[in-house]
């Protein structure tokens, strides 16, 4: 049976995790009032301010860590990096749909390990980033680095378990592992 294959279950756990460490983080830190389907309630907040407490926020909370990393709250309403920010929420849901789909038809037919868990990151990322847009209106982001006037990404788990399951299918791509196998 499918299920019974190791590679299998720790891909299966790891999509869990993944979902389930992001889906965590986000309940504890974002106001219970944001939560309204289909609607952005939170979203169009834009005040800047350092809370009491680091729980109930809804959007535009700064906490300066260091000199070059703060923990935030930003809404981002368009896909990755803000691209696609204009689109309607209902069309970056099927943008997104599609794209879980097509990753989880693509961990179906793989037949390495390390394909399985780099592709069950991903899921587990996309899947939880997906929700917030259905429960928010937009994603949640937290972490946002910078130096001087220069401003990177900012982000949230999800966003993390996604590229380290990126950087898994490229290791994959580049050889990594196939040795192994071709010797076995």
């Not at 869990?16 to 986000?26: C, Q, S, T, V």
């Not at 309204?36 to 906490?63: D, N």
């Not at 923990?71 to 794209?99: E, F, H, K, Q, R």
């Not at 899947?127 to 946002?144: C, E, W």
Request: aromatic share 12%; hydrophobic share 60%; with cysteine.
């Amino acid at each position: 049976m499918l299920l019974r294959s190791p590679a299998i279950l720790v891909s299966l756990m790891a999509a869990i995790l993944a979902f389930g460490i992001d889906r965590a983080h986000k309940a504890y830190q974002v106001s219970s009032d944001c939560v309204a389907i289909g609607a952005s309630t939170c979203v169009e907040i834009l005040t800047h301010f350092v809370p009491l407490s680091m729980t109930g926020w809804r959007g535009g909370e700064v906490v300066q860590v260091t000199s070059f990393f703060d923990y935030v709250l930003v809404w981002n309403t368009g896909i990755s990096y803000g691209m696609l920010d204009g689109m309607p929420p209902w069309a970056l849901g099927v943008i997104m749909l599609v794209a879980i789909v097509a990753l989880a038809v693509w961990w179906l037919r793989a037949d390495s390990a390390l394909i399985r868990l780099g592709l069950a990151l991903c899921i587990g990322g996309a899947l939880s980033n997906a929700i917030d847009r259905l429960i928010y209106g937009a994603v949640a982001d937290f972490f946002h680095f910078h130096w001087g006037t220069w401003s990177f990404y900012i982000f949230n788990l999800a966003d993390v378990f996604i590229t380290f399951g990126v950087i898994l299918l490229i290791l994959d791509l580049l050889g990594v592992g196939r040795a192994a196998k071709a010797a076995a």
